[in-house]
């Protein structure tokens, strides 16, 4: 079977969706060999995909001008003709190129199967189309599985829940939290309560507001605590003065970082005390994701404190991590209040449960299970 991935990314990427795509890549390219291709739209790093057989498109200027699915569109069956009599599977996550995809075997009867990864509902004609015409469709949480079977009629047959992963041998490095501090200029003498990750997805706050509103209650109560926040863009700004405006200074109290690069993230996060992930209650966070960060979080060992949503009750339980009712700003200082007079006692056991756990959740046995479930 040969196993096309086809993207319209680019790389190098700060976007988390492009860098769960190329761990993907990387481990289905481990498995399959040459029996796989990345298709990307373009790189400036070559070094990125060391190791997988990707193809490059080369349309940066064609994504300037918007054409990029215009291009993708023509390319697309010639592309395909050249892989008539053998047994191909073309894998997505965007819903256009996946309708594409749809559109030229239906003409050309052209005998490709399609595999597509569903991380949303578009609440559009794309859901019905590509849900009806895919041959296997991977949902990333059982909310979004149970929303295809019951609203379009899916066979469960056609469905396996693929839930997002980790790279652990990323996160196998020393315990020595002092040292990374120093090299992250982080302070060595205070409990450090930390978030890494977007500050924002498709337009939705995460809820960093939230976690600086409860960090400012509880640095009134006790002044041996630091806020750290890493992962913002051209907003960190503004979140730098919404710490300011909630009573807190900067460099002594919290710090707020944009993007940090993803070799440094394991470094960052076993720098903290405590690791916070305050996503608010939407449907988009209560049934359709199945973040990247609580698998980081569970990775690095430390005592998780997380809202308490649907999707992340799939992965972890009261026996991993500790919960808080979403959006409750009291509830939530709280909570990091109890682990903080914990840190000695119970709450590394959760820590070391999470980890544990997250041995389930790897990249490379995601990739396992999709291809075998294709098979």
């Given at each position: 079977?040969?196993?096309?991935?086809?993207?319209?990314?680019?790389?190098?990427?700060?976007?988390?969706?492009?860098?769960?795509?190329?761990?993907?890549?990387?481990?289905?390219?481990?498995l399959l060999g040459r029996d796989f291709t990345f298709v990307i739209s373009h790189t400036r790093n070559r070094n990125l995909?060391?190791?997988?057989?990707?193809?490059?498109?080369?349309?940066?200027?064609?994504?300037?001008?918007?054409?990029?699915?215009?291009?993708?569109?023509?390319?697309?069956?010639?592309?395909?003709?050249?892989?008539?009599?053998?047994?191909?599977?073309?894998?997505?996550?965007?819903?256009?190129?996946?309708?594409?995809?749809?559109?030229?075997?239906?003409?050309?009867?052209?005998?490709?199967?399609?595999?597509?990864?569903?991380?949303?509902?578009?609440?559009?004609?794309?859901?019905?189309?590509?849900?009806?015409?895919?041959?296997?469709?991977?949902?990333?949480?059982?909310?979004?599985?149970?929303?295809?079977?019951?609203?379009?009629?899916?066979?469960?047959?056609?469905?396996?829940?693929?839930?997002?992963?980790?790279?652990?041998?990323?996160?196998?490095?020393?315990?020595?939290?002092?040292?990374?501090?120093?090299?992250?200029?982080?302070?060595?003498?205070?409990?450090?309560?930390?978030?890494?990750?977007?500050?924002?997805?498709?337009?939705?706050?995460?809820?960093?507001?939230?976690?600086?509103?409860?960090?400012?209650?509880?640095?009134?109560?006790?002044?041996?605590?630091?806020?750290?926040?890493?992962?913002?863009?051209?907003?960190t700004g503004l979140y730098i003065k919404f710490a300011v405006d909630s009573g807190l200074v900067g460099g002594e109290d919290?710090?707020?970082?944009?993007?940090?690069?993803?070799?440094?993230?394991?470094?960052?996060?076993?720098?903290?005390?405590?690791?916070?992930?305050?996503?608010?209650?939407?449907?988009?966070?209560?049934?359709?994701?199945?973040?990247?960060?609580?698998?980081?979080?569970?990775?690095?060992?430390?005592?998780?404190?997380?809202?308490?949503?649907?999707?992340?009750?799939?992965?972890?339980?009261?026996?991993?991590?500790?919960?808080?009712?979403?959006?409750?700003?009291?509830?939530?200082?709280?909570?990091?209040?109890?682990?903080?007079?914990?840190?000695?006692?119970?709450?590394?056991?959760?820590?070391?449960?999470?980890?544990?756990?997250?041995?389930?959740?790897?990249?490379?046995?995601?990739?396992?299970?999709?291809?075998?479930?294709?098979?």
């Open positions: 079977m040969k196993l096309i991935y086809l993207t319209s990314l680019f790389y190098p990427s700060t976007v988390a969706n492009n860098r769960q795509t190329l761990s993907m890549a990387k481990e289905l390219s481990d995909l060391e190791g997988i057989n990707y193809y490059e498109m080369k349309v940066n200027v064609l994504r300037k001008l918007h054409l990029v699915s215009s291009y993708y569109f023509l390319w697309l069956p010639l592309f395909a003709l050249k892989l008539r009599g053998e047994s191909t599977v073309f894998y997505f996550k965007d819903s256009i190129l996946a309708s594409i995809a749809i559109f030229w075997r239906k003409l050309l009867r052209f005998n490709y199967k399609i595999a597509f990864e569903s991380h949303l509902i578009y609440s559009s004609w794309h859901d019905s189309h590509i849900f009806k015409n895919a041959d296997f469709i991977l949902p990333i949480t059982h909310g979004l599985r149970n929303i295809i079977i019951q609203k379009f009629k899916i066979p469960e047959n056609k469905i396996l829940v693929v839930p997002d992963g980790v790279d652990l041998k990323l996160f196998d490095i020393p315990e020595e939290k002092e040292r990374y501090r120093k090299e992250l200029n982080l302070p060595a003498d205070k409990k450090i309560i930390g978030y890494v990750g977007t500050f924002s997805t498709m337009g939705f706050g995460k809820g960093v507001k939230d976690l600086i509103l409860a960090f400012a209650a509880v640095k009134k109560e006790r002044k041996d605590v630091f806020l750290t926040l890493a992962g913002g863009r051209g907003e919290f710090i707020i970082e944009k993007y940090i690069d993803y070799p440094l993230v394991p470094k960052y996060l076993k720098s903290c005390d405590i690791l916070v992930s305050p996503f608010p209650l939407t449907k988009h966070f209560a049934y359709y994701m199945s973040p990247l960060k609580i698998f980081e979080y569970m990775a690095s060992k430390r005592p998780i404190i997380t809202s308490d949503l649907p999707s992340i009750r799939e992965v972890i339980t009261e026996k991993e991590a500790v919960f808080f009712e979403p959006g409750n700003i009291k509830k939530l200082s709280e909570k990091i209040a109890l682990v903080l007079n914990n840190l000695g006692g119970y709450r590394p056991l959760l820590a070391e449960a999470a980890f544990e756990k997250v041995k389930n959740y790897t990249w490379h046995s995601r990739a396992k299970n999709i291809l075998e479930f294709m098979k």
